[in-house]
Nanobody, 115 residues
Framework: QVHLVESGGGLVQAGGSLRLSCTAA????????VGWYRQAPGKQRELVAH???????NYAESVKGRFTISRDSAENTVDLQMNSLKPEDTAVYYC?????????WGQGTQVTVSS
């Protein structure tokens, strides 16, 4: 069982920044992809960004240019730097990892952006 631990959520004003961190108990590069999803109240969970084992990245259109995903292989972490936050970014953010057909999820961290 893979254990993913998220940190860094909180409350911020519109235009502000937050940094989320996801730490894995196994080498982060052993996964095909590691990334972040979010789920707002009454909405489906959606992909925010992910990074593949080869280092390539993918972002939702709504966050391009504002969010940056990065990986620290030595620390087994994947971070999401979120800038220029908007109220519509408010959601529970989940770390996700995929390997050999299996999906792994963190417990989620709340991000609230006030207007």
């Amino acid at each position: 069982q893979v254990h993913l631990v998220e940190s860094g959520g909180g409350l911020v004003q519109a235009g502000g920044s937050l940094r989320l961190s996801c730490t894995a108990a196994v080498p982060i590069t052993s996964f095909n992809t590691v990334g972040w999803y979010r789920q707002a109240p009454g909405k489906q969970r959606e992909l925010v960004a992910h990074i593949s084992s080869d280092g390539s990245t993918n972002y939702a259109e709504s966050v391009k240019g504002r969010f940056t995903i990065s990986r620290d292989s030595a620390e087994n972490t994947v971070d999401l730097q979120m800038n220029s936050l908007k109220p519509e970014d408010t959601a529970v953010y989940y770390c996700h990892a995929f390997k050999r057909g299996d999906h792994y999820w963190g417990q989620g961290t709340q991000v609230t952006v006030s207007s």
